[in-house]
């Protein structure tokens, strides 16, 4: 990047990660697309000699409203040496508020002027407005934001008139979100001196299966990122601002959403696809902690974490990326992924890769305490599985025609417990209903006797299983001394994870013990 930093900037900034990829200028490689390293006179074009070295990821937390865009671009222009591709997500709460203008459309008579004065619309018209207006975005970005606005209000006008939202609809709706930030953000850069370029990612770049609100990223768009993102001639180095959480589909060019962590994903397909080391994502957290910071105190951040805990933790509901955001990291074989907090800095964050540092297995025997509230828990019992094929088969088949997955399992000679998050199932009210149909299911198959019984918490024990023992000997002990009950153990045949069922009314005392038993 051309723009210097100022000194309270690089102050603030004190604490930058060790590990990130440093800016280089270099010949066009394989994915800087070696095609146009010569300019058409013969002669070595010096604009095609750079690539993007980082990826910085920014969700909407981070994006709330102008001062924190501008936090946002002193982090960008604090690393001069680094020439990145930055991922946006949609500003604060805009997604949201465009789900429920969608929503309450349905309600309208298609009347213009009525669609225009939504809240929803109203709020999103106003945080843009007011964000430009603070940022001093150039008239020609604010006039193709003030275009986008206009159109999303046509989009709502349809809703209204054909009475119908579907989820091709809704994928729509969100991605003026995205388009927004995005633009105005590379317009803020360019105010500061900083050469910055918007790119939508839905414009020949990530294609996607025609899931229209959780759409699949397909091979091609590998190719086509290392393609749009190459030094084009005449171009020097510049910062890449590209929307998050957006594709287009295959077959019907319809726009789509990438489903939760989308903008994380968007961020880590870049990184496997330009060939980079890391991907920082920027979040509001200092990493990835070793507990919830909200009912334990004196948590600690991690400095490590492999992919495979980071999912464990992610699958269990701790604040990390979502499983499928990992992916292509993993695939890679040599990117890793860097959480990092947008509000302090300082903070070296956490570094997710494909293995722990080798100090962790030695000092620590767990990276994090993860506490999942509101569990059901299912008592299968049957004298009919002892030494009998098949059994496992039929509950898990029951299951599956019921729609149900199932978190945490644990077997005997003649039963089988499992957990269940009715929340994630079905509606409050209906809950009750389909946990009684569940039941009746079995028995009147007469596969087995079922017991339901709900307000648990599962703790799980993230870290090195394979001294399971130690860990299961401290945390009961731990657990006792509070006079805690247990009531199911789980092993993870990931290797990485000890699950514990305990009451609900009991989860946030067990997680603090068991914190305080292994770090503190």
Same mark, same amino acid.
């Given at each position: 990047m051309s723009a210097t930093t100022s000194a309270p900037a690089r102050a603030r900034v004190s604490g930058r990660a060790r590990g990130l990829g440093r800016w280089r200028r270099r010949r066009a490689t394989a994915t800087t697309a070696t095609a146009t390293a010569t300019g058409v006179d013969g002669r070595v074009d010096d604009a095609l000699d750079w690539a993007h070295t980082t990826v910085m990821k920014f969700g909407g937390s981070s994006l709330a409203d102008a001062a924190r865009v501008r936090e946002v671009g002193a982090i960008v222009r604090s690393f001069p040496e680094e020439t990145p591709v930055v991922v946006l997500s949609a500003m604060g709460k805009t997604t949201n508020d465009l789900l429920r203008a969608g929503e309450l459309a349905l309600r309208c008579d298609g009347d213009h002027e009525t669609i225009e004065t939504m809240e929803p619309l109203v709020a999103v018209r106003r945080l843009h407005e007011e964000t430009m207006a603070a940022l001093g975005t150039d008239a020609a970005t604010a006039e193709e934001v003030r275009r986008l606005l206009k159109k999303l209000e046509q989009v709502c006008v349809g809703v209204s008139l054909m009475q119908e939202c579907t989820s091709r609809t809704r994928a729509l709706l969100v991605s003026f979100g995205e388009r927004m930030s995005t633009r105005i953000f590379a317009s803020y850069l360019r105010s500061l001196g900083t050469a910055a370029e918007q790119v939508d990612s839905i414009d020949d770049m990530f294609v996607t299966d025609d899931v229209y609100e959780n759409g699949a990223v397909l091979d091609e768009t590998y190719e086509k990122i290392q393609a749009r993102l190459a030094p084009r001639p005449g171009q020097g180095p510049a910062v890449r601002v590209v929307t998050g959480f957006l594709g287009r589909g295959i077959k019907t060019g319809?726009?789509?959403?990438?489903?939760? +962590?989308?903008?994380?994903?968007?961020?880590?397909? $870049?990184?496997?696809?330009?060939?980079?080391?890391?991907? &920082?994502?920027?979040?509001?957290?200092?990493?990835?902690?070793?507990?919830?910071?909200?009912?334990?105190?004196?948590?600690?951040?991690?400095?490590?974490?492999?992919? &495979?805990?980071?999912?464990?933790?992610?699958?269990?509901?701790?604040?990390?990326? #979502?499983? #499928?955001?990992?992916?292509?990291?993993?695939?890679?074989?040599?990117?890793?992924?860097?959480?990092?907090?947008?509000?302090? /800095?300082?903070?070296?964050?956490?570094? %997710? +890769? #494909?293995?722990?540092?080798?100090?962790?297995?030695?000092?620590?025997?767990?990276?994090? /305490?993860?506490?999942?509230?509101?569990?059901?828990?299912?008592?299968?019992?049957?004298?009919?599985?002892?030494? &009998?094929?098949?059994?496992? *088969? @039929?509950?898990?088949?029951?299951?599956?025609?019921? +729609?149900?997955?199932?978190?945490?399992? *644990?077997?005997?000679?003649?039963?089988?417990?499992?957990?269940?998050?009715?929340? @994630?199932?079905?509606?409050?009210?209906?809950?009750?209903?389909?946990?009684?149909?569940? @039941?009746?299911?079995?028995?009147?198959? +007469? %596969? *087995?006797?079922?017991?339901?019984?709900?307000? #648990?918490?599962? %703790?799980?024990?993230?870290?090195?299983?394979?001294?399971?023992?130690?860990?299961?000997?401290?945390?009961?002990?731990?657990?006792?001394?509070?006079?805690? @009950?247990?009531?199911?153990?789980?092993?993870?045949?990931?290797?990485?994870? /000890?699950?514990?069922?305990?009451?609900?009314?009991?989860?946030?005392?067990?997680?603090?013990? $068991?914190h305080a038993e292994f770090f503190e």
């Open positions: 319809a726009v789509c959403t990438l489903g939760r +962590g989308g903008s994380d994903l968007t961020a880590t397909v $870049i990184g496997k696809a330009l060939g980079l080391e890391e991907v &920082q994502v920027w979040k509001d957290v200092d990493g990835v902690l070793s507990a919830d910071p909200r009912e334990v105190s004196n948590t600690v951040p991690m400095p490590f974490l492999s992919f &495979q805990e980071a999912t464990e933790l992610a699958y269990f509901g701790a604040q990390v990326l #979502h499983p #499928h955001s990992m992916r292509p990291a993993m695939d890679s074989g040599k990117l890793a992924v860097r959480v990092k907090n947008s509000y302090n /800095i300082r903070a070296p964050g956490t570094v %997710i +890769g #494909h293995k722990r540092a080798e100090d962790l297995h030695k000092d620590w025997l767990l990276t994090s /305490i993860v506490r999942k509230k509101n569990v059901t828990m299912l008592d299968i019992t049957s004298t009919r599985m002892l030494g &009998q094929y098949g059994f496992l *088969a @039929k509950v898990f088949n029951i299951m599956a025609t019921n +729609g149900i997955s199932v978190d945490v399992v *644990a077997t005997s000679e003649v039963s089988v417990s499992l957990t269940l998050d009715p929340s @994630k199932l079905w509606e409050r009210d209906l809950a009750k209903e389909e946990l009684e149909k569940l @039941k009746l299911d079995f028995e009147n198959d +007469g %596969i *087995a006797n079922v017991a339901v019984s709900s307000g #648990h918490s599962i %703790i799980s024990l993230i870290g090195n299983v394979e001294r399971n023992n130690e860990i299961m000997e401290r945390a009961f002990r731990a657990l006792g001394s509070k006079d805690i @009950k247990v009531k199911m153990v789980s092993q993870g045949a990931s290797k990485t994870n /000890i699950s514990l069922l305990v009451n609900d009314s009991q989860g946030a005392d067990a997680a603090r013990a $068991i």
